[in-house]
């Protein structure tokens, strides 16, 4: 969409800290939505999903929560590693779609 | 399980030149496939996606074209690129909800 030709928004944490990256999605029939993780020159990585049935979702040191009344996702990282710089899509999508709708990203920097 | 191939890794080509972009996938059957541009730091934009052989749906007017001749099998192409066309090009799949990328090609047009 519009929001391909902007810059990248960074989030600067501290090696050790957790990290929350934000999303705000758009349609409110959407009823999937996922976190991609895309490193310097790599396609883009599944990283996590949730349903709207769903409020939260754990994996290993990442947790997705949804709020569907303000349509707000979430994706926090625990104890932030050099490893987790990269930049981070958010996407939604809804079962009679065809094709997901992305985010713009953000990108994940961190500070020894 | 499954996996998705892109080829070649990068390409530097010169303005007025054809482009011819593969991508196969392994492992899945009718899959949606999708070819994705993106510029330097910024986020991705849709150019094509395909729900199966011979069905192409263009996402915005542009220089490109796409084509599905097998199941698994996806290609970008354009008759002669323009230096607007360097990018990091993404393929991707998708059964039936999740999309699932590509290692992806970097194009440079001089």
């Known amino acids: 969409g519009e929001s391909v030709g902007l810059h990248l928004p960074t989030l600067s944490v501290q090696e050790g800290d957790n990290s929350i990256i934000n999303c705000a999605y758009s349609n409110s029939a959407s009823d999937y939505f996922i976190w991609y993780k895309q490193e310097s020159g790599k396609g883009p990585q599944f990283i996590i999903d949730i349903r709207s049935n769903m409020d939260k979702r754990q994996g290993q040191r990442v947790t997705v929560l949804l709020n569907k009344t303000v349509k707000h996702l979430s994706l926090q990282i625990a104890a932030t590693q050099p490893g987790d710089s990269a930049v981070y899509f958010c996407a939604e999508n809804n079962s009679s779609a065809s094709k997901i709708i992305f985010g713009s990203g953000t990108r994940l920097s961190i500070r020894p | 399980s499954q996996t998705i191939h892109q080829w070649p890794a990068t390409l530097v080509q010169p303005v007025g030149s054809p482009l011819s972009l593969e991508c196969t996938v392994e492992g899945t059957s009718n899959p949606n496939l999708y070819w994705y541009r993106q510029a330097a730091g910024r986020g991705l934009q849709l150019l094509f996606y395909?729900?199966?052989?011979?069905?192409i749906s263009s996402e915005v007017p542009q220089n490109l074209s796409a084509s599905r001749p097998q199941d698994r099998q996806f290609i970008l192409s354009s008759k002669k690129l323009l230096l607007s066309d360097s990018g990091f090009y993404l393929c991707?799949?998708?059964?039936?909800?999740?999309?699932?990328f590509g290692p992806g090609t970097r194009l440079t047009v001089l």
């Open positions: 991707a799949w998708s059964v039936p909800d999740t999309q699932y």
């Open positions: 395909s729900v199966g052989i011979g069905q």
